[in-house]
């Protein structure tokens, strides 16, 4: 391998990894340096275009190298996952949307102020669309700290839905539909939960009590037992998805899920 090749690699592992894991490789690049460091720019220098070349289809070869890697990973993750399955708690006090009793259990760890959890709640309606009265739905929380709005709106949630289970859901609809919104704060909170015909004081009162505190502290630590570090997380008939991904991802799995003899539709 010329230097050229090499420090493009070198380059393309920093800024794609932050570290190289081929010892061999270090050493060879570690001792052409060591050597002589003048040589690196020297050779830049005499050959600019070659160099850029030689980077590009470095990165290019890196990228489609991770890119092999992470779908070797997903795959296997995905047949450990039709294996063990995850088995997220749903308490009957849980807000479920859909039929109780579909074949199809979709839970969600989301955040009510992040984007993507935005994305993963119109996917959530496809889904609906395409299998209708077979998906039970259950909205759980992981709101992150990022979001400065994201613990209050899991809070005035789970408030709202102390005094209706429906109204909750129309809450939980409407903040996802008017996200930008939330950068109103609690102001916006307030004008939806008016809207909805909801008791204010009873409200103020349930949002900080003991009982929503530990629901959606109970919702977190769950999330993260499961690998759900960004939000939105699913987890379809113990299944994970890690990611706002689109609904044709999740009719893959379904595919899958029936392939095995684990869903009947």
Do not use: W
């Not at 949307?97 to 996917?123: Q, W």
């Not at 991802?249 to 899920?257: A, G, P």
């Amino acid at each position: 391998m010329n230097l050229l090749k090499l420090l493009s690699l070198a380059i393309v592992a920093y800024f794609i990894t932050g570290c190289s894991t081929d010892k061999q490789f270090q050493k060879k690049l570690q001792q052409a340096l060591t050597d002589n460091p003048d040589i690196v720019f020297d050779t830049i220098k005499q050959h600019p275009e070659k160099f850029m070349m030689t980077l590009q289809t470095a990165a290019m070869e890196a990228k489609q190298s991770m890119a092999k890697k992470a779908q070797e990973e997903e795959v296997k993750q995905l047949e450990q996952a039709l294996n063990n399955p995850l088995k997220p708690k749903i308490e009957k006090s849980r807000i479920i949307k859909g039929n109780p009793n579909a074949p199809l259990t979709i839970v969600e760890y989301s955040d009510f102020e992040c984007p993507f959890c935005a994305r993963g709640y119109n996917t959530v309606n496809q889904l609906f669309k395409k299998y209708p009265g077979k998906i039970k739905f259950i909205f759980k929380h992981l709101p992150l700290n990022i979001h400065p709005n994201a613990m209050i709106s899991a809070k005035y949630f789970e408030a709202i839905a102390l005094q209706s289970k429906k109204k909750a859901l129309q809450f939980h609809n409407q903040i996802f539909e008017q996200q930008k919104k939330l950068k109103q704060g609690e102001k916006f909170l307030k004008k939806l939960a008016n809207n909805l015909n909801i008791d204010m004081s009873k409200l103020a009162k349930d949002i900080n009590s003991d009982q929503i505190e530990k629901l959606i502290t109970s919702d977190m630590e769950e999330a993260k037992k499961y690998g759900m570090q960004g939000t939105p997380g699913f987890i379809i008939n113990g299944i994970p998805v890690r990611g706002a991904y689109p609904a044709e991802y999740f009719d893959e799995i379904i595919k899958k899920l029936t392939a095995k003899g684990k869903l009947t539709l």
